[in-house]
């Protein structure tokens, strides 16, 4: 196997990690919007205690990200170069929403305040829900090509970027990240928002096996190869799966079969990709994987830093999950720590 | 403004910002490690309860270094595509170690130590901060590996059929001796921020309990600050010696290597031997030669610093002036659009910010004198003066900083990957070729807006959560959370909670 195949394939399992591992967090951050209820206080506890289930894990998860964006730069310049400077404005939105969102999770518990509290969730919600739909519409269109001309550049402007099959690409993820998030609850809680979220499982699931199994389908009449319809049915019965566990109360096998779903999503969006990372539209000036990569020496040089270091990281940050594995109730929330708005105010120096 | 002005200021901020957070971060990983290491050595509360006051206020700085990081590696794709089209095969390659061998490694264990205080046994949770201050401090290598081959590229060679730069040895590149007199004096400087931060914090507290003269008071001002304030100031000792050491030999290599960069620092026109630092010099700022004059000159310090020799021939510094001359017909007079192509960099800003490098350098070095003195023979001062100097050090660090990477890269200028005079001539990029062909003018200013409104909101909450969680002070009562010493019940609130 050729090693800009080999890479193709490192960047298409760094996505997918990302798109998994975050994809919960997103879930869970869209989430803190939908699930809490009861007064006032009991709502704030509820959404601590969802924040929380994430706390420990989510920056690592979105190293994922940094790492696929560094690893494209390394191994294939050009599709890195051609990418980023033609998505530009959807990039823009979703490093805007990851900023804010990762201010938001950091700083929320350190002013304890009503107003500040409100502020940080709202800051959390446009970082949740933003990137949840951007993601889809970015891999939709890298699925359905894109406009490029015999340089390689994108010359399709920003609205280009905006069409049915992609904004249905966007729902997909959406609702696939909402559903993950919610058996992701389920699994790292317990008492009365566990149920609930197990009933938000219940009426997504379905909504996915619509929304995401629409657009799969589509995908694979318009663009994709005969092979990833094996994929698709893979995604099938693995949202299938979660609907009966999650209803037989298997919350484990739910997240794990909800985990499925995305990875197949993924192999399905990059075997669609594939001979290419920058499909064509129609067909026209399609960026390949030969051409876009880097020279068999960097590759090699990246393949054995790879090889040794992502068992390592999937090693350690499996560890974490273990270290944090107890499930969380509302009684675990200590309460709040953060300086008073009135204290920060203060002057002193 | 063009793409390319908008592009060269939106790095320039974002780069300058994102610097901010990143020496603290560097320096005060190991810092607050020191510090639970001392506590889980010697069982002494003072060190875990200055583990916990420092370790929030790195936590805090923290989140902004990642947050801003993400942008910085966005950026190259976004905004300099064709940069990342050139040198990709090269550049590329230290962005994804650093991401793999240790951005990976300081946010799970980052994450741990947070969340783990209660959940963790003692060592393995100590080993967890021990295992960011690695991590962050190996992020700065990769990172300054990326930067220095752009100051001196090595290790590559230049593919004529697709006009790129390839790698040719990742060891070069590695062993780069830009790099490695970068690296020590990055974080150097991390260190001396931290150590000032440490130090400063610490002197204004100790100063304030000990004025109250109230025995619990002065006893915490002993008992905690005071070994605070004193591991502050031997960091600053030690880092600040070895930023200067570091900084010396950055200049002799800078001279080799960009002399246009040594000239402009010095503002020095025409070539000469025994050339003088000046301390003052003004001029217009058309960047013309004409219009420069120095004031208060110290003699053959500027040769000393390029060449190692304060006078005779081996001293000669190159002015901008014979640069220019040499570049021109090495490189070419015009562009492509014919016209002409000027290799001197923006005299002022490096002139200036070679100087306030230094000088806020130094700034800190007077809190480390003053806080030798006052706290000498086991001394808890209540001086106002070492408090007022504690806190006015503080920025200067971060100030040092930022103007030296404001230097080196608008030193560098006009080019994005400096020509190595040893190495293949190909191996070269203007600035100007770098920006990305198809985002508008509009789209750069547009992202430059957001980043800077957002980036300016963001510093205001940073500050004030700094300084109110410092003022604050160390937390009143601490108590040993570890499993081994608490039990482990799971109905226990959790320790940490965001």
């Known amino acids: 196997m050729d090693l800009a195949l080999v890479w193709f394939l490192i960047i298409a399992v760094l996505w997918t990690g990302y798109l998994v591992l975050e994809g919960f967090d997103f879930g869970v951050g869209m989430l803190m919007s939908l699930l809490p209820r009861g007064d006032a206080a009991h709502r704030e506890k509820e959404r601590r205690l969802l924040l929380n289930t994430i706390g420990p894990v989510w920056d690592g998860n979105e190293v994922w990200l940094i790492t696929a964006g560094g690893a494209t730069f390394a191994a294939f310049p050009e599709w890195y170069a051609t990418l980023f400077s ?31 509290a409100r502020r940080c969730d709202l800051a959390i919600q446009v970082g949740s829900w933003v990137p949840a739909v951007l993601w889809g519409v970015a891999f939709a269109n890298l699925v359905r090509g894109v406009q490029l001309d015999e340089a390689h550049q994108y010359v399709g402007g920003f609205w ?27 699994l790292k809680t317990d008492g009365d928002i566990r149920a609930r979220a197990r009933r938000w499982a219940g009426v997504l699931a379905p909504v996915a096996v619509l929304v995401a199994g629409g657009w799969a389908v589509w995908a694979q009449v318009a663009f994709s190869a005969t092979w990833t319809w094996a994929v698709v049915a893979v995604a099938a019965a693995a949202l299938v799966g979660v609907v009966l566990t999650n209803r037989a109360g298997r919350e484990g096998w739910a997240f794990g079969l909800s985990a499925v779903t995305i990875v197949a999503a993924a192999v399905l969006i990059f075997g669609s990709m594939y001979p290419d990372v920058m499909p064509g539209l129609d067909g026209g000036n399609a960026l390949t994987v030969a051409e876009a990569s880097s020279t068999p020496y960097t590759l ?42 009135k204290k920060i105010k203060e002057s002193a120096f | ?73 966005f950026q190259f794709g976004m905004n300099w595509s064709e940069y990342s089209r050139f040198v990709g095969d090269v550049f590329g390659a230290p962005l994804a170690m650093e991401a ?26 100590l080993a967890c901060i021990w295992a960011v201050a690695v991590a962050v401090n190996l992020s700065a290598f990769f990172i300054l590996a990326a930067n220095s081959w752009m100051q001196h590229p090595v290790g590559a060679r230049y593919n004529p059929e697709t006009g790129r730069a390839e790698m040719e040895s990742i060891w070069a590149i590695l062993a780069n001796n830009t790099l490695w007199a970068a690296f020590p004096h990055a974080v150097a ?101 004409e219009g420069v004059r120095h004031i208060l000159e110290v003699p053959g310090l500027a040769s000393y610093l390029g060449t190692g020799h304060f006078s005779g021939p081996e001293s000669f510094l190159p002015g901008v002036d014979d640069v220019q001359q040499q570049y021109a017909e090495r490189f070419g007079e015009t562009d492509d659009a014919g016209d002409p192509i000027s290799y001197t960099p923006n005299l002022a800003v490096t002139y200036w910010s070679f100087r306030l490098m230094i000088g806020f350098a130094a700034g800190s070095a007077l809190l480390a004198l003053a806080a030798l003195w006052f706290t000498r023979g086991g001394r808890v001062s209540d001086n ?115």
């Open chain 1, 86 to 116: 033609g998505f530009y404005l959807p990039l823009l939105l979703i490093l805007v929403a990851l900023i804010v969102r990762g201010v938001a999770i950091e700083y929320r518990g350190k002013i304890s305040d009503a107003v500040w």
């Open chain 1, 160 to 186: 280009a970027l905006i069409n049915p099959f992609s904004l249905l690409g966007g729902a997909t993820t959406l609702v696939l990240f909402l559903l993950h998030g919610s058996v992701f609850v389920a």
């Open chain 1, 300 to 341: 090699t040089i990246m393949t054995w830093v790879a090889a040794f270091l992502t068992p390592l990281v999937i090693l350690y940050q499996g560890w974490t999950y273990w270290v944090f594995r107890r499930r969380l109730t509302v009684d675990h929330i200590p309460a709040p720590a953060g300086l008073t708005w």
């Open chain 2, 1 to 73: 403004m063009d793409a390319l002005d908008l592009a060269r200021w939106q790095f320039g901020i974002t780069t300058v910002y994102h610097f901010i957070f990143v020496p603290l971060t560097i320096g005060l990983a190991p810092l607050v490690a020191i510090m639970q290491t001392a506590w889980v050595r010697t069982g002494n509360e003072r060190w875990l309860r200055l583990t916990k006051f420092f370790g929030k206020l790195f936590l805090i700085n923290f989140a902004l270094g990642v947050v801003t990081g993400i942008v910085q590696e």
């Open chain 2, 100 to 125: 793999l061998a240790a951005f990976f490694v300081e946010s799970t264990f980052l994450g741990l130590w947070i969340f783990g205080w209660d959940r963790l046994n003692k060592r393995v949770h």
């Open chain 2, 189 to 289: 400087a991390a260190f001396l921020t931290a150590g000032t931060f440490v130090a400063g914090i610490a002197a204004w507290w100790m100063v304030r309990l000990a004025r109250t003269r109230r025995p619990d008071d002065v006893e915490l001002a002993r008992n905690v600050y005071r070994p605070a304030v004193v591991l502050g100031t031997v960091v600053m000792l030690v880092a600040g010696v070895g930023v200067a050491l570091t900084g010396d030999v950055q200049g002799k290599l800078m001279f080799e290597q960009q002399p246009g960069k040594m000239a402009s620092a010095e503002a020095l026109c025409e070539g000469e031997e025994a050339a003088s630092f000046s301390i003052l010099t003004i001029g217009d700022l058309s960047n013309s030669c």
């Open chain 2, 384 to 498: 106002p003066w070492l408090a007022r100097i504690g806190l006015a050090a503080i920025p200067t660090p971060f100030l040092a900083s930022s103007f030296g990477w404001i230097f080196t890269e608008m030193g560098r200028q006009p080019w994005v990957v400096a020509p190595n005079p040893t190495g293949i001539d190909e191996i070269r990029l203007l600035t100007m070729r770098g920006v990305s062909q198809v985002v508008s003018p509009g789209m750069v200013l547009t992202s430059m807006i957001v980043f800077t409104l957002l980036y300016g909101v963001l510093a205001v909450i940073w500050y004030r959560l700094i300084h109110r969680y410092a003022v604050e002070g160390v937390p009143a009562t601490v108590r040993d959370e570890s499993p081994e010493a608490a039990g482990d019940e799971t109905d226990r609130p959790l320790s940490f909670a965001y």
